[in-house]
């Protein structure tokens, strides 16, 4: 987050600490739950309400924005910093400073079984946030600010009334407007396919082919200052994958007329679905390891010729258990966790954290990307699907797909996130 949104961020958090809670809805010992961009905040002390004013643990507020907090004990202060801003705070102290400068607080913090609770007003007005108050449910929503990221959209199975270009440049094609690529940096161009022989296809069994004009879509593309990456989509159900991957002849074919395709494009995005579905043992392990090999190999050319690598994976909680997060994680260069497919819209939040937090055990967050699935969301859902990728810190999101967005979603887009371009 650069400072200048920080220091914005601040203020607006500073705001949802000014905003009085009424007596008549807000009763002294009241419980209260906090949410942050959807998800909600696990306190070890429960916010409350003390003369008349929401009163929230620090730390919980500021950790979950990803913010730095120091205590120091000897004086009863607390420092939160970030983005270049520095707030202080002392407990029974009505006096708070931001970036130097003195704030009057409605109520000084306090402490609660040895955790500073502050007035949930400043906070808002410190960091910028989005602060709403629930009188019926007792409960605050907070929305944290926009934060720079990558946002990759997919740009496939388009028609009539489907279309990626239509929803990229709000415009049908050829024309072009700005339409919504404010809010996307990257498109992944799904139009590719392998047999089993390592042949590259531009039209497949499964729908996914290279459209009449699509020179046009990268010229427009670049125009409008997005990057473009080649998406080879493969999948496992006819055994595709099953006889291409163990043969070295298949493979190596494959990467050649990979890279020779890939001349065109800033990357390439492995999108190989279906790996290890019900697989265990050395069978699980031989796919694995011939998927890994695939990968090494296509990521030692693509780094030559200085293209970068994309793999779009399962979950490591889905039934698909034939991806090594680990190992593909240091070969490629980002991989785009499709966190879906659960069986329930929206896509269940404790199922995507999951997912996400078992990827970060094996793969750096600065290369993980969270896949999201368009039409399993609604605006609320996807604010917080975002939400997940902003906690986590992740490198950005992924949207499947292009052509599936509607407004009120392009608008929760651009409160929340900053293309990282």
């Given at each position: 987050?650069?400072?200048?949104?920080?220091?914005?961020?601040?203020?607006?958090?500073?705001?949802?600490?000014?905003?009085?809670?009424?007596?008549?809805?807000?009763?002294?010992?009241?419980?209260?739950?906090?949410?942050?961009?959807?998800?909600?905040?696990?306190?070890?002390?429960?916010?409350?309400?003390?003369?008349?004013?929401?009163?929230?643990?620090?730390?919980?507020?500021?950790?979950?924005?990803?913010?730095?907090?120091?205590?120091?004990?000897?004086?009863?202060?607390?420092?939160?910093?970030?983005?270049?801003?520095?707030?202080?705070?002392?407990?029974?102290?009505?006096?708070?400073?931001?970036?130097?400068?003195?704030?009057?607080?409605?109520?000084?913090?306090?402490?609660?079984?040895?955790?500073?609770?502050?007035?949930?007003?400043?906070?808002?007005?410190?960091?910028?946030?989005?602060?709403?108050?629930?009188?019926?449910?007792?409960?605050?929503?907070?929305?944290?600010?926009?934060?720079?990221?990558?946002?990759?959209?997919?740009?496939?199975?388009?028609?009539?009334?489907?279309?990626?270009?239509?929803?990229?440049?709000?415009?049908?094609?050829?024309?072009?407007?700005?339409?919504?690529?404010?809010?996307?940096?990257?498109?992944?161009?799904?139009?590719?396919?392998?047999?089993?022989?390592?042949?590259?296809?531009?039209?497949?069994?499964?729908?996914?082919?290279?459209?009449?004009?699509?020179?046009?879509?990268?010229?427009?593309?670049?125009?409008?200052?997005?990057?473009?990456?080649?998406?080879?989509?493969?999948?496992?159900?006819?055994?595709?994958?099953?006889?291409?991957?163990?043969?070295?002849?298949?493979?190596?074919?494959?990467?050649?007329?990979?890279?020779?395709?890939?001349?065109?494009?800033?990357?390439?995005?492995?999108?190989?679905?279906?790996?290890?579905?019900?697989?265990?043992?050395?069978?699980?392990?031989?796919?694995?390891?011939?998927?890994?090999?695939?990968?090494?190999?296509?990521?030692?050319?693509?780094?030559?010729?200085?293209?970068?690598?994309t793999l779009t994976l399962h979950p490591p909680n889905s039934a698909y258990q034939g991806y090594d997060y680990q190992?593909?994680?240091?070969?490629?260069?980002?991989?785009?966790?499709?966190?879906?497919?659960?069986?329930?819209?929206?896509?269940?939040?404790?199922?995507?954290?999951?997912?996400?937090?078992?990827?970060?055990?094996?793969?750096?967050?600065?290369?993980?990307?969270?896949?999201?699935?368009?039409?399993?969301?609604?605006?609320?859902?996807?604010?917080?699907?975002?939400?997940?990728?902003?906690?986590?810190?992740?490198?950005?999101?992924?949207?499947?797909?292009?052509?599936?967005?509607?407004?009120?979603?392009?608008?929760?887009?651009?409160?929340?996130?900053?293309?990282?371009?």
């Amino acid at each position: 987050m650069n400072t200048k949104k920080f220091c914005a961020c601040a203020l607006l958090l500073m705001v949802l600490f000014l905003v009085p809670v009424a007596a008549a809805s807000a009763q002294e010992g009241r419980p209260i739950g906090v949410f942050l961009d959807g998800l909600p905040v696990q306190f070890d002390v429960p916010p409350l309400i003390h003369q008349g004013r929401t009163m929230v643990p620090f730390r919980a507020i500021a950790e979950a924005l990803n913010l730095t907090v120091n205590w120091d004990e000897q004086t009863r202060t607390v420092t939160t910093t970030g983005g270049g801003t520095v707030v202080r705070l002392q407990v029974n102290n009505p006096t708070a400073y931001l970036n130097q400068q003195p704030v009057w607080l409605d109520a000084p913090p306090l402490i609660e079984q040895g955790r500073v609770l502050i007035p949930l007003r400043f906070f808002s007005e410190a960091f910028n946030c989005r602060v709403e108050w629930d009188g019926t449910g007792g409960a605050v929503s907070i929305t944290s600010p926009p934060v720079d990221m990558t946002v990759i959209g997919f740009y496939a199975l388009g028609d009539s009334k489907t279309s990626s270009w239509t929803d990229l440049f709000g415009v049908p094609y050829p024309e072009t407007r700005t339409g919504n690529t404010d809010v996307v940096d990257e498109i992944a161009a799904g139009w590719y396919s392998l047999d089993r022989d390592g042949n590259l296809l531009t039209k497949s069994r499964t729908g996914w082919q290279r459209p009449d004009g699509w020179e046009k879509v990268l010229q427009a593309a670049r125009e409008y200052g997005l990057a473009a990456e080649m998406v080879i989509h493969v999948t496992d159900g006819d055994g595709t994958l099953a006889s291409l991957l163990p043969s070295e002849q298949a493979v190596t074919e494959a990467v050649t007329n990979i890279m020779k395709e890939a001349v065109l494009y800033r990357g390439i995005n492995l999108d190989f679905e279906g790996l290890g579905y019900r697989e265990e043992g050395e069978e699980l392990l031989q796919t694995r390891q011939a998927f890994n090999h695939f990968v090494r190999l296509l990521a030692a050319q693509a780094r030559q010729a200085g293209l970068r690598l994309t793999l779009t994976l399962h979950p490591p909680n889905s039934a698909y258990q034939g991806y090594d997060y680990q190992a593909l994680g240091e070969a490629a260069d980002r991989i785009i966790i499709m966190a879906y497919d659960y069986g329930s819209k929206p896509e269940p939040d404790s199922l995507v954290i999951q997912a996400v937090e078992q990827a970060l055990s094996q793969v750096p967050k600065e290369k993980l990307i969270l896949g999201i699935s368009i039409p399993s969301e609604n605006p609320d859902s996807l604010l917080t699907k975002v939400g997940i990728a902003k906690r986590y810190r992740l490198r950005g999101i992924a949207l499947w797909r292009l052509g599936l967005l509607n407004g009120e979603m392009w608008d929760t887009l651009r409160s929340t996130v900053a293309v990282s371009r």
